[in-house]
């Protein structure tokens, strides 16, 4: 379970960006993120992975805290799986080579890739894009690939980490309706199999109510709902 606890933040130059929010999210349970810009939506994004540090507040990943800072931290990060708009692939990489750069990070990965991957790690990561449907490309280079595909390399390579939460930042903002609703249903269908918990941050209300179990609004940094599609429809 993931939880956050009377998380705030104030940046240097401003006000509160985010005031005493708190929630948790079951495994399994994808959240739909929304509010209008400038709500708080990516500053939560970013003190859950500590891209930020919180003024207040704790965040919690099946019961152990996410750290500060240093080592820790670094251990930290790799229970968290990040989804980009514009997906951070290496575009000279291939598919496969991607998708294996997720858990080692920069220096690990250029080290392997000069002696070759272990057996066992190309396995999981063909497994992986199987199951994202792109085992055919595998040998593809990135850029060769559509925008919908370079999404789907993007949620294998952070399922390859073995994450305990995804954290997922407008994961459909560059792609076509047809598309941005089958990398949704991915998405959704990938967490429930596997009891992962998901934050997406999505400013297509409408996509995030016919995928996401659960919406969370944010407004001037405060939640100001938090219920299922369904209850939205009636708040609204
Ligand atoms: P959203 O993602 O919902 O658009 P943000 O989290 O980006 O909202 O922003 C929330 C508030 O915090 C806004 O008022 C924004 O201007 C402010 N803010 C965001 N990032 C910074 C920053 N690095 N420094 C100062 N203020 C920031
Ligand atoms: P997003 O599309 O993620 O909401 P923004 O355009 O709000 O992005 O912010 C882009 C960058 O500018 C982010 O790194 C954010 O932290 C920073 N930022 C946003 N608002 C402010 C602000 N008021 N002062 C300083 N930096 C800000």
Redesign the pocket.
């Known amino acids: 379970m993931f939880r956050v606890e009377n998380l705030s933040k104030r940046?240097k130059?401003?006000d509160h960006a985010l005031k005493n929010v708190s929630f948790s999210i079951d495994a399994g349970q994808v959240v739909g993120l929304i509010g209008p810009?400038?709500a708080g939506?990516?500053?939560l994004i970013?003190c859950v992975n500590r891209l930020?540090d919180p003024t207040e507040g704790s965040v919690f990943l099946n019961g152990r805290p996410i750290a500060r800072s240093g080592s820790e931290l670094r251990r930290a990060r790799r229970r968290i799986g990040m989804i980009f708009q514009d997906y951070a692939l290496v575009e000279r990489l291939t598919v496969m080579e991607n998708v294996l750069s997720g858990r080692l990070g920069y220096v690990s990965f250029w080290r392997s890739f000069a002696r070759r991957f272990p057996q066992a790690d190309v396995e999981k990561a063909f497994a992986l894009l199987d199951r994202v449907s792109l085992s055919q490309h595998a040998d593809k280079r990135a850029d060769a690939l559509s925008g919908g595909q370079r999404q789907r390399v993007g949620i294998a390579r952070a399922l390859e980490q073995d994450p305990e939460l995804l954290l997922i930042?407008?994961p459909t903002a560059s792609l076509d309706p047809k598309t941005s609703r089958q990398i949704m249903r991915l998405i959704v269908e990938i967490c429930r199999e596997r009891g992962l918990p998901a934050i997406i941050?999505i400013h297509d209300v409408a996509l995030a109510r016919m995928f996401v179990d659960r919406i969370i609004g944010l407004r001037a940094g405060e939640i100001v709902f938090d219920g299922t599609p369904d209850q939205l429809d009636h708040a609204a």
């Open positions: 940046y130059t401003g810009s400038g939506k990516s500053t970013r930020v930042d407008e941050n």
